[in-house]
């Protein structure tokens, strides 16, 4: 697919996105739009049939809603239902639907459930990938090394995972908590085939899921922007938490659509 394809999806994604999470007043925008373009090469690569894609960082839930949407696994109610009473597509993801095989959000979870995923797939001898999309912030977690291990040991060539790197979590700056860097570095250690991007190339995304070394598990670092294509947002930690206000939905509306 051309970039500027991508492009569009992108951000025909971070618009209704934004109109979710402001509609509901719910939190985590700046981190659903740091993952958006990693997630829109994702699902354009996806079998949904076959592969499945779990995101670990499941507080982006709003963004993997949209993405279920637009491949026509959920419907325009289910999708409009974000976080609204009685809802079960709420702000983080769970279990609800087969296109979602795994809870997201207590950190550290995602690359279990992989890992999982993926040797079943291989010792049935099943076609297909496993997608984990990781934060920046679960690198700080024992189970991913545990993980990282077993997937190595296990030569799961089948397991593809993304590394959100947008340098932020919850309480402050990556490096500032616990300094996970070189992380490319750490992960050839515990030895997988490692990469690292820029997390808004399309181009860089869909090459690092094409360029595999066999028998080995593959982590794409992709360097992202918390907040990426609203200007106040970007880089922005308070936009972790922080619903728009009213004012902030109307300016942030008017960027992307003049990005379009």
Request: proline content about 4%; charged content about 30%.
């Amino acid at each position: 697919m051309r970039p500027e394809e991508y492009k569009k999806i992108s951000l025909d994604a971070r618009r209704k996105v934004l109109d979710l999470i402001y509609r509901a007043q719910t939190s985590h925008i700046g981190s659903n739009f740091s993952c958006i373009d990693l997630l829109t090469v994702i699902f354009e690569s996806a079998d949904l049939d076959r592969d499945r894609v779990i995101l670990s960082k499941g507080w982006a839930a709003a963004s993997l809603y949209y993405f279920l949407w637009k491949k026509g696994r959920i419907s325009d109610k289910d999708l409009n239902s974000y976080c609204q009473p009685g809802s079960k597509f709420i702000g983080l993801t769970e279990p609800i639907i087969p296109d979602i095989p795994a809870a997201g959000g207590s950190m550290g979870f995602g690359l279990p459930f992989g890992v999982g995923f993926a040797l079943s797939k291989k010792i049935k001898k099943e076609e297909g990938k496993i997608f984990v999309l990781m934060s920046d912030g679960e690198m700080d977690c024992g189970a991913t090394w545990e993980s990282a291990l077993i997937a190595a040991h296990q030569k799961l060539s089948n397991l593809f995972v993304f590394v959100d790197f947008n340098g932020l979590q919850a309480m402050g700056r990556v490096q500032d908590i616990l300094d996970i860097e070189p992380l490319k570095e750490k992960w050839l250690a515990f030895g997988w085939e490692a990469d690292e991007i820029n997390g808004h190339d399309f181009e860089e995304i869909e090459n690092s899921l094409e360029k595999r070394e066999k028998e080995k598990p593959k982590v794409v670092i992709a360097k992202t922007i918390k907040g990426k294509g609203v200007s106040f947002m970007e880089g922005n930690n308070l936009y972790h938490y922080k619903a728009p206000s009213p004012e902030e939905y109307q300016k942030a509306l008017k960027e992307l659509q003049s990005n379009g």
